[in-house]
T-cell receptor
Framework: GAVVSQHPSWVICKSGTSVKIECRSL??????MFWYRQFPKQSLMLMAT?????????EQGVEKDKFLINHASLTLSTLTVTSAHPEDSSFYIC?????????????FGPGTRLTVL | GNSVTQMEGPVTLSEEAFLTINCTYT??????LFWYVQYPGEGLQLLLK?????DKGSNKGFEATYRKETTSFHLEKGSVQVSDSAVYFC????????????FGSGTRLQVQP
């Protein structure tokens, strides 16, 4: 199997607080994980690529100081939304890449719904 | 970079009807192609994939054939069920050498009993 978990599944926080979201590959090692953001009834947009043991690579327009990513082990990546504001409310989905070859597949977590009041 | 275009939804069908969701892509080379499904309130699940031209991916009665001549990867199912109601995303790697995926806009399927 290839299972990816996320925690928490949903979180409500006050504006100005920070929220940490965990992404774990449960039965495989993932040297690369990805963080996506999905707005209601829209597609997924890549935020950043998280590589184990190195700094994340952020997509254009994504504030790296606001969305802190840490990939401390081969099975865990975390996304911290710092000083969250209502416009950060969204569905955050991580994926983990299984394999190192050219035909490897990404497996997605169940997502974390963040609501900032 | 690579891109993908999906037919817009929602697609509403009666149970046991035939389903086609169109997907066309623009890509450098011949990357792997994917269909993902998202049930309400959940993350994405890999439905099927094809790794080279003329490959047919299949799973749970769904099929899609990698057609390089028409740069298409249409999703089909011969007889849909109410439980197939979900949003379907066509996807491929963002660019050569990049493993992150770029997704189509998603097609919502509603199957009525």
């Amino acid at each position: 199997g290839a299972v990816v978990s996320q925690h928490p599944s949903w979180v409500i926080c006050k504006s100005g607080t920070s929220v940490k979201i965990e992404c774990r590959s449960l039965d495989f090692q993932a040297t690369t994980m990805f963080w996506y953001r999905q707005f209601p009834k829209q597609s997924l947009m890549l935020m950043a690529t998280s590589n184990e043991g190195s700094k994340a690579t952020y997509e254009q327009g994504v504030e790296k100081d606001k969305f802190l990513i840490n990939h401390a082990s081969l099975t865990l990546s975390t996304l911290t939304v710092t000083s969250a504001h209502p416009e950060d409310s969204s569905f955050y989905i991580c994926s983990a890449r299984k394999g190192t070859g050219g035909t490897d597949t990404q497996y997605f977590g169940p997502g974390t719904r963040l609501t900032v009041l | 970079g690579n891109s993908v275009t999906q037919m817009e939804g929602p697609v509403t069908l009666s149970e046991e009807a035939f389903l086609t969701i169109n997907c066309t892509y623009t890509a450098t080379g011949y990357p792997s192609l994917f269909w993902y499904v998202q049930y309400p309130g959940e993350g994405l699940q890999l439905l099927l994939k094809a790794t080279k031209a003329d490959d047919k991916g299949s799973n749970k009665g769904f099929e899609a054939t990698y057609r390089k001549e028409t740069t298409s990867f249409h999703l089909e199912k011969g007889s849909v069920q109410v439980s197939d109601s979900a949003v379907y995303f066509c996807a491929l790697p963002m660019d050569t050498g990049r493993r992150a995926l770029t997704f189509g806009s998603g097609t919502r399927l509603q199957v009525q009993p």
